[in-house]
């Protein structure tokens, strides 16, 4: 009984963290399916969704709601219990990262020492989950789909860890807290603008979006790894997708762009968070841009550029950090 | 068609067969092609055609030549007034009626139109193709103005039968013209918009760039024409080698490539939408007035015994009417020869060996119409 | 491209040569040929750098005729060259000379029930596999015409009047001078 008045409060912040995980999970894919498609039409010169409510904003509600009515399809010649599997295991992990994010210097689920091991190990789940799904579909297009995102997903983790190992190097933390903090005067893009570029090219493959969308390539592979999904289990590798990009985002954030620093408001450790989100999501509004204006790469050019210019780019803003940590 | 499976499928090599189409996205239409794929690589391609097989050479064997006009705008429903052309000056060359000058230019300059149109619509699609989902928005835009405006003297949107035998069915006004004018100087004034955002972009360069080479020889061979030839760098066009109707009046260039590679057809066809707009403003310019039919033409057209040939650029390449008549009203043979059919026969040959991202762009160079291929 | 040497080289494969006004029919020659100098007159026409326009098949009296239309790339030459069929529908195939041949043959194959010796994949094209017995375009009795039907009446300035051309004449062209004609 000890231990369980001990570990309460531990128990009520974790049941807290993860409603507010939930929250975040589908109150993001909720912003971002509306910005999206609102961005998409404006980029395009037209409206966007414009029926369903003013400018068209119950439009993701509805869709919802829709996607939640539809049949579950799984194919004859699928394998069931992998095929219902995949879209609970793309979207399950994306909880525990948000666990670890600090959005200000109050509002942060728990400060691990190894946070940043702990988004990069969750966030590797989403490959195994696009496998699986990809294996189990039966088709080939689903297989073509799954088996550039492990090769898309695997090459491009490494350009990413390393770039975020040059911070580390600088601040000698694995906390996510500690390095926002560091960043008190600079933030590291000024002072590691390579990385942050190595790292905003490896985000955007890693979250499998557009030019680097060739998991998911439609006018190749129709629609790649999600072929045969339908209804919910569809929706769940969207949410999955989403929850991913806002991870990846509040990563550089707290990386490169200071995490909560901004112009000091009323309860800055609570509303920090205003900047925290802010520079979030213009990392999304920069995602979903590059999206709508270039045309796809091609799978060999993408597995070229990753390891023949990120990897030892990369490697070498590693060795000059090291060596310029080493003599300041 | 199990037997194509059988004929592809080899256990030996770890190939398997991947099936594109006839529902898939970057195919453009009911084509069916069979991939024998090592890893991503195509190393045998098969296209399986005939699912949108309308049986037009046999309509047309059944029906008095004039009434087979509407069909010819059904085969290309992009290019369907040049097809509408050459079916017109196939009957007019046949049964030797002159045609009034006015009715020259307004079929050149509507005929222009509608290549635009069907060059707008491929450069939208084949960046769809390529990943790149704006453009296809922008070129619409673009595009719609063409439909509005030949909407009103047409009378449709998509498949036209403006053109008739010695003349044209509706005379233009004053509207079509201002509006036509508006229209080239609107277009002009997106190509710097088109080139920023999409012909120098990185991506789309590496994409393109030494994918799908042709040479002039393998275009002989295949009989491929149009601007995939232009691309390798031979100015063979229809309305500068055999000039048909009043081409020969207009200045204006043939845009040519080098290396034939889809880059090559793509800068071509972009720059033919320039060229289209020179020789619409040179035609509004000197747009005479007159009579926009031929009074004496009979209504029972009777063809002269003899075989009847015609042809005409269209956006994809040669169109070709090939009329075989026995002196009746009725053709004892028409034979289309469409620019896709010959251009989509070297897609085996071109793709081989080449990864699935690079037949997907390879064959959007290629501007396939499939309604054309099967007829 | 040296229309009066090609000429004298397509006199060397076929029965008659005719010069046409491209203005009344739209295109430039006539080549009638022997089934058996149809192989011979596509490599010439390949060599001299001519491309397949069009490869069709018309349904007359005494035999299908097949129609093989070229043109030409730098200057106006538009060829038509013709041959009848065999007894028992058969042509040489072209498809290993002019590749775009290929699938016109296997169309025309599906129409006229054209077979085409030698060719790679004679399967059916533009028709269904279960239609391979159907050739649509073959004509019934009623409306079957002879060839001389269709042929153009000789205009009365003819420059050269030959307007009917039947396949049992004149089967002597000599593939050795051709040949020789070829290499030259």
């Given at each position: ?94 909880f525990v990262p948000l666990l670890v994010i600090p ?226 | ?58 309509i047309a064997e059944h029906k008095p030549v004039k ?126 918009m088109y080139e920023d955002l999409v012909n120098g ?175 | ?184």
């Open positions: 009984m000890e231990i369980f008045y001990s570990l309460l409060p531990e128990l009520i912040r974790i049941v807290i963290a993860a409603i507010c995980g939930a929250v975040i999970v589908f109150g993001n894919a909720l912003v971002m399916g509306y910005a999206e498609r609102k961005l998409a039409g404006h980029i395009m010169f037209r409206p966007g969704p414009m029926e369903v409510g003013p400018h068209g904003i119950y439009q993701l509600v509805i869709d919802g709601l829709k996607l939640m009515g539809k049949q579950l399809v799984i194919p004859k010649n699928a394998d069931t219990p992998l095929f219902m599997l995949a879209p609970l295991i793309a979207f399950a992990p994306v959005f200000s210097d109050k509002i942060q689920g728990f400060d691990l020492d190894v946070g940043l091991l702990l988004i990069l190990a969750f966030a590797s789940i989403n490959v195994l989950a696009i496998l699986i799904g990809g294996w189990s579909s039966n088709n080939k297009y689903s297989l073509f789909g799954a088996i550039r995102s492990v090769a898309q997903n695997v090459a491009y983790e490494i350009p990413m860890l390393i770039s975020l190992l040059a911070i580390i190097f600088m601040t000698n933390t694995f906390s996510l807290k500690e390095i926002a903090a560091a960043q008190s005067p600079v933030w590291f893009v000024v002072i590691q603008p390579l990385a942050f570029l190595i790292y905003i090219v490896a985000m955007v493959a890693e979250t499998n979006r557009a030019p680097f969308d060739l998991p998911e390539a439609e006018s190749e592979l129709t629609a790649g790894f999600h072929t045969e999904y339908s209804g919910m289990s569809f929706s769940l590798f969207v949410l999955g997708e989403y929850a991913n990009m806002f991870i990846v985002c509040s990563v550089a954030t707290v990386f490169f762009l200071g995490g909560d620093s901004g112009i000091p408001l009323p309860y800055f450790e609570y509303t920090g968070i205003i900047w925290f989100l802010l520079k979030v999501y213009l990392l999304m509004f920069f995602l979903i841009w590059i999206r709508w204006t270039y045309p796809r790469t091609r799978f060999d050019q993408l597995m070229n550029f990753c390891w023949k210019y990120l990897i030892p780019f990369s490697l070498v803003n590693l060795l000059i950090t090291v060596v310029m940590v080493k003599l300041l | 068609m199990a037997m194509d499976v059988e004929i592809l499928e080899d256990p030996k090599h770890h190939r398997y067969v991947l099936n594109m189409g006839p529902q898939h996205p970057s195919t453009h239409g009911v084509l069916r092609v069979l991939l024998e794929l090592e890893g991503e690589y195509a190393m045998e391609l098969l296209p399986v055609l005939g699912y949108g097989h309308r049986c037009h050479e046999k009434s087979f006009m509407p069909n010819t705008a059904r085969m290309d429903y992009l290019g369907a007034l040049i097809y509408n052309h050459g079916y017109a000056q196939l009957l007019e060359r046949a049964a030797g009626i002159e045609v009034p000058e006015r009715v020259e230019y307004i079929r050149v300059i509507t005929s222009e139109l509608n290549r635009i149109q069907s060059h707008l619509l491929w450069y939208g699609a084949y960046l769809l193709d390529l990943g790149a989902f704006t453009p296809i928005m922008y070129a619409f835009d673009d595009r719609e103005h063409i439909l509005d405006i030949l909407e009103d003297v047409t009378g449709s949107r998509l498949t036209y039968c403006y053109f008739r035998v010695g003349g044209v069915s509706k005379d233009i006004d004053d509207k079509f013209v201002t509006s036509t004018r508006a229209f080239v100087k609107r277009l002009r004034s997106r190509f710097p972009n990185v991506i789309l360069q590496n994409r393109l760039n030494d994918v799908g080479e042709l040479t002039p020889h393998t275009c002989a061979r295949y009989g491929i024409t149009g601007p995939l030839l232009r691309g390798t760098g031979v100015a063979y066009d229809m309305r500068r080698a055999e000039p048909y109707s009043i081409y020969s009046q207009f200045d204006f260039e043939i845009p040519t490539g080098t290396k034939g590679d889809c880059m090559a057809s793509f800068m071509v066809r972009f720059h033919e939408l320039e060229q289209s707009l020179r020789i619409i403003e040179q035609a509004l310019d000197g747009l005479p007035e007159g009579p926009i039919m031929t009074p004496k033409v009979p209504k029972k057209l009777k063809i002269p015994a003899g075989d009847y040939n015609s042809s005409v650029e269209a956006p994809r390449g040669e169109l070709s009417y090939y009329l075989v008549s026995d002196g009746s009203d009725v053709p004892y043979r028409l034979k289309v020869r469409t620019p896709s059919y010959s251009n989509l026969s070297v897609v085996p040959e071109m793709c081989q060996g080449m990864l699935l991202s690079d037949v997907v762009s390879a064959m959007g160079a290629l501007d396939l119409v499939i309604p054309e291929i099967d007829r | 491209m040296d229309i009066n040497k090609l000429k004298k080289q397509w006199q060397d494969l076929s029965t008659a040569v005719e010069g046409i006004d491209y203005s009344v029919s739209g295109h430039d020659y006539n080549v009638s040929l022997e089934r058996d100098k149809v192989r011979d007159f596509a490599a010439l026409m390949l060599e001299e750098g001519f491309y397949l326009v069009d490869l069709m098949a018309v349904h007359v009296t005494p035999a299908i005729e097949v129609v093989y239309q070229f043109a030409h790339f730098e200057a106006r030459c538009r060829v038509l060259a013709r041959a009848f069929v065999d007894d028992n529908s058969e042509m040489p195939t072209i498809s290993d000379i002019y590749q775009g041949a290929n699938w016109h043959e296997r169309e025309t194959r599906d129409f006229h029930g054209v077979v085409f010796v030698d060719h790679p994949y004679l399967y059916p094209l533009i028709l269904a596999e279960e239609d391979v017995d159907l050739k649509p375009l073959l004509k019934d009795e009623a409306n079957l015409k002879d060839v001389d039907a269709v042929r153009r009446k000789p205009p009365e300035p003819a420059p050269e009047p030959k307007p009917e051309v039947k396949p049992e004449v004149k089967p002597e062209a000599k593939p050795e001078a051709a040949k020789s004609q070829e290499q030259s």
